[in-house]
């Protein structure tokens, strides 16, 4: 059965052509795909990340149990607020999912993990807590927190209007650096973001969402649909699960080597594999130099062999192909590449994987 989220009637009221996502009905856009990116790189836009699953996990063993179940180390999580991105890998050192985890006090953290993947995340946390408990003898809570909503509020004006419609939330919200988080009354607000741009993503109760997402509209907050949420990402360089990295990916092939901790002396589900096999492909970028649209699993050709792109598309604020893709060690940036487009080999230049960051080209 196709889920739906809190704000899923909003989304019909507004004309948003609904897709399935992963099992979830949700808008792809509201009219203007195009419109929709580019008012998040020019102004502001609104998204509803209802779909994705906030999880506590709390209790006096919740640190040591995200020490051996997550890559990156939740022991730089010093400050009450902070964020981390990491990997959780299974034993093989593939990724099961990226997500973000909160520091949200001693013995509470919270995990947002992908739509997606939720049932399988939450069924693999729970047997690695069952097996490391056996060991610990720690006590730990995973609470899937389904009674909550997300909505991201991105772009430049992102702050101004989310402060004009929640003033109560500025104070504490107005010195928060990247990736951390502030808990306000009933919202759990964080300077986090799936775009390249400012913003907030807002974590609150669901009978509060809808009231918040016309309070945003309301204001001139354009909603925007997965369509654009894809390109926005894109050209920001992020990783998309299922297409750039999955349980058959190390995260040192997908560009993630950052979110792994090796040098630490803890264990973690799937270092052993990791040590095992090191890098074998680069992550990188390319940027089209020809007419054509690159796509998820066009093969790259290199002096180095052979590549593949993960995922590619059209960019409105370059107007040009963009793509991330799996490339053999030794290609450099800035080399020429060709990329099978069809039965043409159309010329691509290699670049680093980000393409826009805070409404500015980077390449």
Not at 61 to 78: E, I, P, R, S, T
Not at 123 to 142: G, P, T
Not at 339 to 360: E, T
Request: proline residues 3%; charged residues 20%; aromatic residues 8%.
């Amino acid at each position: 059965m196709t889920q739906k989220t809190f704000l899923n009637d909003a989304h019909r009221r507004l004309g948003a052509k609904m897709v399935d996502f992963g099992g979830w009905d949700m808008p792809l856009h509201y009219g203007s795909q195009i419109e929709e990116h580019h008012a998040v790189r020019r102004d502001c836009g609104m998204f509803d990340v209802s779909h994705m699953c906030a999880v506590d996990v709390a209790g006096p063993g919740a640190k040591a149990f995200l020490l051996h179940l997550l890559a990156n180390n939740v022991d730089k999580l010093k400050l009450p607020g902070k964020a981390l991105y990491s990997t959780m890998l299974n034993e093989a050192g593939g990724v099961i999912d990226d997500l973000i985890v909160y520091f949200v006090g001693e013995a509470h953290y919270r995990i947002v993990i992908n739509a997606g993947t939720t049932e399988k995340d939450l069924a693999w946390m729970a047997a690695r807590l069952a097996q490391w408990k056996l060991e610990a003898a720690c006590e730990v809570a995973i609470i899937a927190r389904r009674d909550l909503a997300i909505i991201a509020v991105q772009g430049p004006n992102a702050r101004k209007m989310l402060w004009q419609v929640l003033p109560e939330t500025r104070a504490a919200s107005s010195g928060l650096k990247a990736f951390f988080s502030v808990t306000v009354g009933n919202y759990f607000v964080a300077s986090t973001g799936y775009t390249g741009e400012d913003g907030f993503e807002i974590t609150l109760p669901a009978s509060r969402a809808e009231a918040l997402w016309q309070a945003l509209a309301d204001a001139g907050v354009r909603p925007i649909g997965l369509g654009a949420r894809d390109t926005l990402r894109l050209e920001a360089g992020l990783n998309l699960y299922g297409q750039d990295m999955d349980e058959t990916v190390s995260p040192l092939d997908a560009g993630l080597a950052w979110t792994v901790d090796l040098v630490a002396t803890r264990d973690f589900v799937g270092k052993a594999a990791l040590l095992a096999k090191p890098q074998q492909n680069q992550f990188l970028g390319l940027l089209l130099l020809e007419r054509g649209v690159l796509r998820a699993h066009q093969k790259v050709v290199t002096a180095q062999g052979d590549g593949e792109i993960t995922s590619g598309t059209y960019s409105p604020t370059l107007q040009k192909s963009i793509a991330l893709a799996r490339l053999p060690m030794g290609v450099a940036i800035g080399e020429s590449v060709k990329v099978q487009v069809r039965d043409k080999l159309l010329s691509a230049k290699v670049v680093k994987p980000c393409f826009v960051r805070n409404g500015k080209a980077m390449v």
